[in-house]
């Protein structure tokens, strides 16, 4: 069972097709297009909540 697993998650060189770290490489990071407008999105909502929570406390009761 451990052989197969370490073929599995590709330790063993002998497994045609295995993907190992030494293929890896970096491409990119941050948000595509899409994902940066939602983060915009939900990081103006946060702050207009912020922003109406601090008036609601500071107003006078």
Do not use: C, K, Q
Not at 10 to 16: L, R
């Amino acid at each position: 069972m451990r052989a197969e697993r370490a073929r599995h998650v590709g330790h063993v060189d002998d497994v045609p097709g295995a993907i190992t770290d030494r293929h890896w490489r970096y491409v990119d990071s941050g948000h595509t297009p899409g994902a940066a407008l939602v983060a915009a999105g939900i990081a103006e909502d946060i702050a207009t909540n912020r922003e109406i929570t601090r008036e609601e406390r500071e107003a006078p009761r």
